[in-house]
């Protein structure tokens, strides 16, 4: 079983910069499909991007050219880096672990904690 931990939200004025750090523990991810999702206030949760066991990924339409997700397979962690935020990239952001290598959905996937992300001025 995966364990997961999510670090790095917090408070950002619009245009700027975070890195969201994902933590695994409990097994080795290097070759499980990794994915970073979002929950707005009212909203329900959406992918936001995914990195298969290979380093392919892929991205919501709504973030391509300002996020980056990364996998560090040494340490166990999958980074979200996040550009030029808006006001609307306000969420609850997650951290998922999927068992199959490429697909994010699963009977058998976990999640992390979450951890709140704000664009404000």
């Known amino acids: 079983q995966v364990q997961l931990m999510e670090l790095g939200g917090g408070l950002v004025q619009p245009g700027g910069s975070l890195r969201l750090s994902c933590i695994a523990s409990g097994r080795s991810i290097s070759n499980d499909a990794m994915g970073w999702y979002r929950q707005a206030a009212g909203k329900q949760r959406e992918l936001v991007a995914a990195i298969s066991w290979s380093g392919n990924t892929r991205y919501a339409d709504s973030v391509k050219g300002r996020f980056t997700i990364s996998r560090d397979n040494a340490k166990n962690m999958v980074f979200l880096q996040m550009d030029s935020l808006k006001p609307e990239d306000t969420a609850v952001y997650y951290c998922?672990?999927?068992?199959?290598?490429?697909?994010?959905?699963?009977?058998?996937?976990?999640w992390g904690q979450g951890t709140q992300v704000t664009v404000s001025s």
């Open positions: 998922k672990h999927s068992p199959n290598r490429i697909a994010m959905e699963s009977d058998f996937a976990t």
